[in-house]
């Protein structure tokens, strides 16, 4: 049995370790969270050691049946192209003139450095270090990968809210930026996450503006509804100052090692990114008064630049609202100090939602309604998930490019005026509609309002229908008509005949047409 690292057994525990006790016996009694899909692979076994010839040919004579090996020679990592996961790995490589090709269930790679530099290699990739005693671990490794395995889905993708691109113009990339396993790509105006070589850290949810990717593995639904237990079985056995202490597998040994004190509860995750803005902002409403996340030194550096960036956001916001004190730490190897902020004084009671924009607003208004401080705007770093679009009104000309990109219905039009208007609650910051727009008449400005506004469409900018003069029918706005008049002047096609732009499509042709007829007799 695993020792509980939430109970030190050296000394009685005083009122807070009770309150604790009692918080992660009710946390026991949660049920479990519902099963998600699975990911299968079959290995048969078939191993491809690549690396120079003698390398190469001494640790193969070491591999055990029923593996069965292919060698291949090369001296530099462009005489080969190497792709896949366990059971569908592919390699092309080229042996003096010859050129080969295979397909394996296994790689051993023995380059140095290895051919694939990523931070989460694919499951059945094995790049041991050149010592003796690394490669011989990972052989023996190798020697236990056969037959079926399977692994969890982690994630759940929502393609409609996805805010990748439009129209071959690229919003957000934040997901394929950090994912340290390459298992995300572009996919036209949609992504595509592998599930073979996702790992489950969950860093690509945590820094989706719109949650069109989130953890599934569990979702934030079950663990907000576990925190909410146990902070509100902590309050209610008399536990004072709770803070949160969250954790991978491999951050055992750590806590193990120097206990947590009595008024800290450790919660295990299957990664420390997996959990982001809206379950700290929601364990803050509910009580707790400081969020740790431990890492362990193992993770890619990019996911820790990922969580401070998004624990300034948080903390700025509760700053701004008077929340007094550091709310948040992210500690490697061991918790130097735990943080301690103020919190509200009426816990909230709202359950986390797996949609990460509804639980937001729910932790958000929340944190605002019992503020010591409630301002209007709270000014946010580069890079936050909330904002305005700003849209200068002397350069738009009602084109609605940037309804047609907008992936949060935060920009719309009317169906019965030239009228833009926006919802900044839905405004995401992904930036499609300024890369659309043609003008460069929207600016991006990061910002968390609380005016009622927020919810509501504010026209932005308006101007009147432009009547075709021809047969009256609207067909644009006199802005557009304006400004296609400035541009299009000299155009041979219109100079002779300026008034063809102030006709409609149709009226245009059959002027057109008139003025080449020939005569008739």
């Not at 120097?258 to 990664?271: G, N, Q, S, T, Y």
């Not at 300034?312 to 700053?319: F, G, K, P």
Request: glycine residues 8%; neutral net charge; charged residues 20%.
């Amino acid at each position: 049995m695993s020792k509980d690292l939430n109970m030190d057994m050296s000394a009685l525990p005083g009122a807070n370790g009770l309150a604790r006790a009692a918080a992660l016996a009710a946390a026991a009694a949660l049920p479990d969270p519902d099963p998600v899909p699975t990911v299968s692979y079959r290995s048969e076994g078939r191993v491809l050691v690549v690396g120079c010839a003698a390398d190469v040919v001494r640790w193969t004579d070491t591999i055990p049946a029923p593996l069965v090996a292919s060698m291949a020679f090369i001296r530099t990592h462009e005489d080969i192209a190497l792709a896949g996961h366990l059971g569908a790995f592919f390699a092309r490589w080229r042996n003096g003139s010859a050129t080969l090709e295979g397909t394996f269930d296994l790689v051993l790679d023995l380059c140095d450095p290895p051919l694939l530099n990523r931070a989460d290699p694919p499951f059945g990739y094995f790049a041991p270090a050149p010592a003796e005693e690394a490669r011989a671990a990972a052989i023996g490794e190798l020697s236990a990968m056969t037959g079926l395995f399977e692994k969890p889905k982690y994630f759940a993708y929502k393609e409609r809210t996805c805010a990748h691109s439009r129209n071959r113009k690229t919003g957000c990339t934040a997901c394929i930026d950090i994912c340290s396993a390459r298992a995300i790509a572009s996919d036209g105006d949609k992504i595509k996450v592998d599930p073979y070589l996702c790992k489950g850290c969950g860093a690509c949810t945590t820094v989706c503006p719109s949650g069109a990717i989130s953890y599934a593995y569990p979702g934030a639904a079950y663990t907000g509804a576990r925190l909410r237990t146990l902070l509100a079985a902590y309050a209610s056995a008399g536990g004072t100052d709770p803070v949160l202490v969250f954790h991978a597998e491999e951050g055992r040994a750590l806590l193990e090692a120097d206990p947590l004190p009595d008024h800290a509860i450790a919660i295990e995750l299957h990664h420390i990114a997996s959990v982001g803005l809206e379950v700290w902002l929601s364990a803050i409403a509910y009580g707790a008064t400081g969020i740790v996340l431990l890492a362990t030194g193992r993770e890619s550096p990019a996911y820790l630049d990922a969580l401070r960036g998004q624990m300034t956001i948080a903390q700025t916001v509760l700053r701004e609202l008077g929340y007094a004190g550091r709310h948040f730490a992210l500690s490697t190897g061991t918790i130097a100090a735990l943080p301690k902020g103020e919190v509200p004084q009426a816990r909230a009671t709202y359950h986390v939602a797996n949609d990460k924009r509804n639980t937001l607003d729910f932790a958000l208004t929340h944190l605002h309604t019992h503020a010591p401080f409630q301002p209007q705007d709270i000014g946010l770093p580069p890079g936050a998930p909330f904002g305005q679009a700003r849209v200068d009104s002397t350069r738009c000309s009602l084109c609605m490019s940037c309804v047609g990109v907008c992936p949060s219905s935060a920009l719309m039009d009317s169906p019965s005026h030239p009228r833009l208007s926006f919802v900044e609650q839905n405004c995401i910051q992904c930036g499609l509609c300024a890369a659309t727009c043609p003008e460069d008449a929207i600016t991006l400005v990061p910002r968390l309002t609380f005016t009622p506004e927020r919810r509501q469409a504010v026209v932005v900018h308006e101007t009147q229908p432009f009547n075709c003069i021809s047969c009256g029918k609207p067909f644009g706005t006199l802005l557009m008509v304006e400004r296609m008049l400035e541009r299009l002047a000299g155009h041979a096609a219109f100079s002779a005949h300026p008034e063809r732009l102030k006709m409609c499509g149709d009226c245009r042709v059959v002027a057109m047409m008139q003025s080449s007829a020939p005569p008739s007799i």
